[in-house]
């Protein structure tokens, strides 16, 4: 199915306005540092960008999904960090507030993509940040390239991965589409529409937990002794509560001020 240009438009403004909007191993693929040519491929539902919100830092969970965020449903961390915020903010404690900044759901972005040269592999996941998600948009509403993922006309990307040397910097990705289009298929792939048929709902990419593994999982982060220091004497009373819920946690803290 061809883009959706309007719902592109829609995404790279809410992205460029701040606004809202882990899978599996074999399916994912992370660039190599240097220069790789990859191409972005169609999807049913004309959307090859799909954004996700996932929270990091809760013990050593790669990333957790983030069911509020993506779903509207129940998420114990956002409510958890949501409430370390106020106190924070109430209290003018910026340990506390920077506690809650890391349980904060982030965002990434995913796309299916075909890596030329590697063919054979199949299609990939590729997940990204935001510098590379908005020039992505760029290219498609751009009318110099517009559809850069049909399989007729449209255009292989050249994208190159750094890994800065410096301590406590990012990777930056740079991201050129070719300026000649050109065919998805060549004589490499036996059956384009075999491919194309490969691939997988992102949707369906992700370990979706419930409201109560979640719970124990952020549970298990505030009691253990690998959870992240702080030298916030309130912070430390919620990872005490080794046998209470977190509400229950907050709560006591609430009371004990």
């Not at 809202?20 to 790789?36: A, E, H, I, V």
């Not at 299609?123 to 049909?150: F, H, M, N, R, S």
């Not at 301590?167 to 792939?189: A, E, H, N, Y």
Request: glycine share 8%; hydrophobic share 30%.
């Amino acid at each position: 199915m061809a883009i959706n240009i309007e719902a592109m438009r829609a995404k790279l403004n809410a992205s460029k306005n701040g606004g809202k909007s882990g899978g599996k191993s074999s399916t994912m693929w992370k660039p190599k540092q240097g220069d790789q040519n990859i191409r972005i491929l169609p999807t049913a539902d004309g959307d090859p960008f799909r954004e996700f919100h996932f929270h990091y830092n809760v013990g050593k969970n790669p990333g957790i999904y983030c069911n509020k965020r993506n779903d509207n449903g129940d998420c114990p961390i956002c409510d958890f960090a949501s409430q370390l915020w106020r106190d924070g903010t109430q209290n003018d404690d910026q340990n506390i507030k920077n506690e809650a900044k890391k349980l904060f759901a982030r965002k990434r972005y995913y796309s299916p993509v075909l890596v030329r040269g590697n063919e054979a592999d199949g299609v990939k996941i590729w997940a990204y940040g935001k510098t590379a998600y908005e020039p992505l948009l760029g290219y498609v509403l751009d009318p110099d390239y517009g559809d850069i993922t049909d399989a007729e006309v449209g255009t292989d990307i050249k994208l190159t991965y750094s890994i800065p040397g410096t301590p406590g910097s990012f990777p930056k990705t740079v991201l050129q589409p070719r300026r000649r289009p050109s065919v998805l298929c060549d004589d490499s792939i036996a059956n384009c529409q075999d491919l194309l048929d490969s691939v997988p709902n992102i949707d369906n990419l992700f370990d979706v937990k419930s409201t109560e593994d979640v719970q124990a999982l952020l549970d298990g982060y505030l009691s253990s002794d690998g959870s992240a220091e702080s030298s916030s004497n309130e912070t430390q009373k919620f990872k005490q509560k080794t046998g209470e819920s977190v509400d229950k946690a907050f709560a006591a803290f609430m009371s004990d001020e």
